[in-house]
């Protein structure tokens, strides 16, 4: 199971996005709402989440969690008791950790970036303390994996099913997406 964690203030596309994509793949995830059920983004759009924060296992079944950007999202991320347990019994386990936009910015005040390859959204580089930052827009190196932002959402959505079902499963869901490019 996945974690995708939501607080007031998230990016919707890089939280929703990811969860889509990842549920195509037939990876459970479950979207887990920081203080209440219904979590509003960044752009004032309600989502009703899957669980609110209080009802998590910490468990075996856990593979890991994800955090999307956006503001104050991150801020209230990062304050948050349960989220930073989740992120300490990913590191624990060496389970998945995905951070995407300013999020990977979390993982750089708790050290957990030191020597790591990442990336973030234009401006946050400073946040990811240790880091060997990366000109890519999305870095994986180890359990942890970052992303730029909105735009690579979806990409990143396909890596993380990529990396948790196979190549094979992430490029059909790939392929049946019609991402546009040129």
């Not at 990366?134 to 959505?157: L, Q, R």
Request: glycine residues 12%; charged residues 20%.
């Amino acid at each position: 199971m996945i974690y995708i964690f939501l607080a007031d203030g998230f990016e919707e596309v890089e939280a929703l996005a990811p969860a889509d994509v990842l549920r195509r793949a037939g990876i459970n995830v479950q979207t887990v709402g920081v203080g209440g059920k219904i979590i509003t983004g960044s752009h004032n759009i309600p989502v009703v989440c899957d669980l609110t924060d209080s009802e998590i296992s910490l468990d075996g079944t856990l593979e890991g969690i994800f955090l999307p950007g956006g503001m104050p999202g991150t801020l209230n991320l990062e304050k948050s008791k349960k989220v930073n347990e989740a992120i300490g019994f990913c590191v624990q386990n060496k389970l998945l950790i995905a951070a995407i936009c300013a999020a990977p910015s979390i993982l750089g005040h708790k050290g957990l970036l030191t020597g790591k390859n990442a990336v973030c959204f234009p401006g946050f580089e400073q946040e990811l303390e240790g880091a060997v930052l990366s000109d890519g827009f999305i870095c994986e190196d180890g359990n942890i994996m970052t992303a730029k932002g909105m735009g690579s959402a979806v990409e990143f959505g396909l890596r993380i099913a990529e990396r948790l079902k196979s190549a094979d499963s992430a490029d059909e869901i790939r392929s049946s997406l019609q991402i546009y490019h040129e």
